[in-house]
């Protein structure tokens, strides 16, 4: 479990406090009626950046709790219902949650389906630290996929740790094509391609 | 000239026609879900269109600066289809979401006993979701569907003004004007509703509760009648003002009644961050 608490904290701060309160306490009790709550979220929560967490809107956040509040043996049927059926600010907010969650690995078929979209909000949001659970194979090419779509690698969690050979030769591969191309390279991904190549050698 | 498309089917579009669209002033556009031309068979195929309307579409059109919300519903067409009746079951779930601003489109196409019990059902859902109604009326028959419709729609107890009545003419204009719901036109090249006899219709019935629609689809169809109705509506010596109420002002406070539409500008983002991934999937 991963900052539960602290998006918990600034939450309590936000005016709408008391729906999520409500919102929670129901989910614990009846799992089913999440789905009406985490919709309406970003409506009674609010959708402003989250004070004090860089990186999070207060509808992510509520959404977040809300799934933290699921009794563990429902969390992962919910968990993937309200992926399935959610809109891409729904899936982002799970997506982003993942982390936080006792579901273990459980969540891993999501990620592969936001990285095979083409909505740059959700590659970005599935590349966070629940990305470890992706085989180095699937990673790669998900992070080659940000810099084919401008998406910064900024977003990619442990990238520095994570980047290795393989991954080189893709992005020098790509540089290649895009220089052919007379197309620039992201600068993010040429100087992590620099990096890696003076590493090497 | 600022332009809200009511009903415009952006699925079937090309990106050439967001272009179009933003040029000419086109800043909003409400997609309702329709059938597709091809006759779905599962429940499957509606939940994926669905999530198109709510996920891909909006997001595609923002990176034009054009924002997108949807209504949802199963359409008339299809309830009579049993193989796609059970998707009524699956509607809730869409229809709590932010940017879902009506149920739609539902209605009569052949005034079967199914279309009977899917409009009352999905009249219902639209009370219990707090969310407006937006109503097709019937290409054939169309005078007794839509007096059908009204009655329908009386007896279900949603509020009149919370109800478009769809691709109206000159026929049936008066019937829906009686009963206090809003009036949509589907302006066509060829077929429903032309922007000459458009402007005929708002010189005699006013402006009030009237919506101006492309309803640009699949068919033959041109997203930019809305642009060109307004053109003809200044012709005939309307104001800009006039034309400002019908094509954008309407829109906005019929929709608004589902307290869901957000019109922020469209976030168009960095050429190379949102932009490019649009390009044919990223480069």
């Known amino acids: 479990m991963r900052r539960p608490e602290r998006l918990d904290a600034a939450l309590r701060e936000a005016p709408r406090g008391e729906w ?79 982390p936080m969650l006792a579901v273990g690995a459980a969540g891993l078929p999501l ?38 779509m401008g998406v910064p690698l900024s977003v990619v969690d442990g990238l520095g740790e994570r980047a290795d050979r393989e991954l080189a030769a893709m992005l020098a591969a790509f540089a290649d094509e895009r220089a052919a191309a007379g197309r ?15 590493e090497e050698s | 000239m600022r332009i809200f498309d009511p009903h415009i089917h952006m699925t079937s579009r090309t990106t050439d026609d967001y272009t179009r669209m933003a040029a000419a002033g086109v800043r909003a556009v409400v997609e309702p879900a329709f059938w597709l031309g091809q006759p779905r068979t599962n429940p499957g195929s509606f939940t994926d269109y669905f999530d198109s309307l709510i996920g891909w579409e909006p997001y595609r059109a923002a990176q034009f600066g054009i924002v997108h ?35 739609g489109e539902i209605g009569y196409d052949s005034m079967t006993p199914e279309e ?18 937006l109503v097709h009326t019937p290409h054939r028959d169309k ?8 009655e329908v729609v009386a007896a279900s107890g949603i509020a009149p003004e919370r109800v478009a009545v769809d691709h109206l003419n000159e026929v049936t204009v008066g019937l829906v004007r009686d009963s206090g719901c809003w009036m949509g ?72 009644q589902s307290g869901r539409l957000d019109l922020t500008p469209a976030v168009t983002g960095e050429p190379t961050f949102a932009g490019s991934s649009i390009k044919r999937g990223g480069s």
């Open chain 1, 20 to 98: 999520l309160d409500g919102a929670i306490a129901a989910v614990g009790e009846r799992p089913e009626t999440i789905g009406r709550f985490f919709a309406q979220a970003g409506r009674r929560a609010g959708r402003g950046p989250l004070p004090g967490v860089p990186g999070w809107t207060a509808d992510e956040a509520a959404r977040a709790l809300l799934l933290a509040a699921l009794p563990a043996d429902r969390a992962e049927t919910e968990i993937g219902d309200l992926y399935r059926y959610g809109d891409a600010d729904e899936k982002r907010a799970v997506l982003k949650a993942l």
């Open chain 2, 116 to 133: 009977d019990d899917a409009f009352e059902r999905q009249l219902a859902l639209a009370v219990e979701h707090d969310l407006p109604a």
């Open chain 2, 69 to 103: 919300h949807a209504t949802i519903a199963l359409n008339p067409k299809e309830a009579n289809d049993p193989r796609c009746r059970p998707v009524l079951d699956l509607l809730p779930r869409y229809l709590d979401k932010d940017r879902v601003v009506a149920v």
């Open chain 1, 184 to 198: 620039p390279m992201p600068a993010d991904a040429a100087t992590l391609l620099d990096r890696l190549t003076r």
């Open chain 2, 185 to 256: 036109f589907s302006i066509y090249p060829e077929t429903k509703m032309s922007p000459p006899r458009m402007v005929q219709i708002l010189k005699q019935y006013g402006l009030d509760r009237m919506l101006v629609n492309s309803a640009a689809d699949w068919g033959v169809s041109d997203p930019l009648l809305t642009l060109e109705t307004g053109t003809a509506m200044l012709a005939a010596g309307f104001t800009d003002d006039d034309v400002d109420r019908v094509l954008w002002r309407n829109p906005v406070e019929f929709y608004g």
């Open chain 1, 111 to 148: 990620l592969h389906d936001a990285i095979r979209t083409n909505d740059a909000r959700l590659l970005a949001a599935a590349l966070g630290p629940y990305a470890r659970h992706l085989d180095q194979a699937a990673w790669r090419q998900a992070v080659l996929k940000c810099v084919f």
């Open chain 2, 143 to 150: 005078a007794r569907g839509t007096r059908r419709t009204l």
